[in-house]
C-alpha cells in the first residue's frame, strides 16, 4: 500500500513538472532549430570579434560592461545599443563601451546566405578584460531587403552590361537648371541596375548614399541633393535625364576604374572569395569551416 501511495506522488509531481515547462517554454523547436540557433550565434559573435579591438586604457579584472543590442530586419543597429550595466562607467569601462560601440557600427549587419540573408533580433554583449562575449540572444535569420553596407553591396551587383543602360542613350530634353521631381524621374523608367550605377558614381564622387542597392532612399535622395547644390543644380534630391548626363561624365574616369577592378566570385561550392582565392567569412557556416580549414592550409 505504501508503494503504490508512493508511485502515485511521483507520477503527479512528474505530470507537474511536464507541466510546467511546457507552459516556460511553449515555443521550443526541434534539435535542428537548436542547432541552427548555435550557428546563428556563434556567426554573430565571430563577426564581433573580427571589429572588436581590446581597449589600449588599463581595464581592471572588475570591469565589465553590459549592453543590450537590437538589429532590425536588415541587420542594421534598430537603436543605439542600451548599457544595461554598470550604473556609473570607471575609465576602463568607458574604453569598453567605445570598442564594443565601434565593432557593432562597423561589423553589423551580419550578412549569410551568399549575400541575400541578414542576422536579427536581440542579443546581450558582454565586455571585459577577457574580451567579447554574447549572451540571451534571441536571433534569427531572414531575407533582407536593403543590403546597407557597400561591401556586401558590391558583391550583389550584376556584371557589368555590354551596353550603356537605356537611360544613357535616351534623348536629353530638359536643361541642367530646371528643377527635378518625383513625377519627371518616374517618368524615366529607370532600372534597379541604372540605380544602382547612379548610387555607384555618387559614392565615387565622394557623396554618401548609405548603399548601393538600387533603391533610393533617404540616404541616395541626400546624396543626390549635396551633389545638385555643389555644381549649381536645382536641389530637389530627384534627376532628370540632363542631370544624370552630367553625373556620368564627371564620373566616368574613377567609374571605369572602379568597375576594371579585381572581382569577388563564388566558388563551385557556393563560397565567396577574394580575387586572391581567400574565401569570405560570415555569409554561411559550410564556407566559414572552409576557411578555417584554408587559414590552417588544409585546403586552398
Not at 560601440?101 to 546566405?113: D, F, K, Q, Y
Not at 534597379?192 to 548601393?212: A, C, F, H, K, P
Request: glycine share 8%; hydrophobic share 40%; charged share 20%.
Amino acid at each position: 500500500m505504501v508503494i503504490t501511495k508512493f508511485s502515485k506522488v511521483t507520477l503527479l509531481l512528474v505530470g507537474l513538472l511536464l507541466l510546467l515547462v511546457s507552459n516556460v517554454s511553449p515555443t521550443a523547436g526541434p534539435a535542428q532549430t537548436r542547432a541552427q540557433k548555435s550557428i546563428i550565434i556563434q556567426l554573430l559573435w565571430q563577426n564581433l570579434l573580427k571589429c572588436y579591438s581590446a581597449p589600449e586604457e588599463r581595464v581592471t579584472a572588475d570591469d565589465e560592461v553590459l549592453l543590450r543590442v537590437e538589429l532590425n530586419t536588415h541587420g542594421d543597429l534598430a537603436n543605439l545599443p542600451d548599457l544595461m550595466a554598470p550604473p556609473k562607467l570607471s575609465a576602463g569601462e568607458r574604453a569598453l563601451l567605445r570598442e564594443g560601440t565601434i565593432a557593432l557600427i562597423n561589423c553589423t549587419p551580419v550578412i549569410s546566405g551568399g549575400g541575400e540573408k541578414s542576422i536579427y533580433g536581440r542579443f546581450e554583449m558582454v565586455l571585459n578584460r577577457d574580451g567579447l562575449s554574447l549572451a540571451n540572444v534571441d536571433a534569427a535569420v531572414g531575407r533582407a531587403e536593403v543590403m546597407p553596407t557597400l561591401d556586401s553591396l558590391e558583391i550583389e551587383e550584376p556584371e557589368p552590361e555590354t551596353e550603356e543602360p537605356s537611360v544613357g542613350t535616351t534623348s536629353i530634353n530638359t536643361p541642367t537648371g530646371v528643377l527635378a521631381t518625383l513625377e519627371s524621374e518616374t517618368a524615366l523608367g529607370l532600372t534597379r541596375s541604372e540605380r544602382q550605377e547612379i548610387q555607384r558614381r555618387l559614392v565615387l564622387l565622394d557623396y554618401n548614399t548609405r548603399g548601393v542597392d538600387g533603391v533610393f532612399g533617404k540616404g541616395s535622395r541626400a546624396a543626390i541633393g549635396e551633389w545638385q547644390g555643389s555644381n549649381g543644380i536645382p536641389v530637389s534630391g530627384y534627376l532628370d535625364l540632363n542631370q544624370i548626363a552630367k553625373l556620368r561624365e564627371m564620373s566616368q574616369e574613377a567609374y571605369l576604374a572602379w568597375d576594371s577592378r579585381p572581382k569577388r566570385y563564388t566558388d563551385k561550392n557556393g563560397c565567396l572569395r577574394e580575387p586572391n582565392g581567400t574565401i569570405i567569412q560570415g555569409r554561411s557556416f559550410n564556407c566559414d569551416l572552409a576557411a578555417a580549414s584554408q587559414s590552417l592550409g588544409l585546403s586552398r
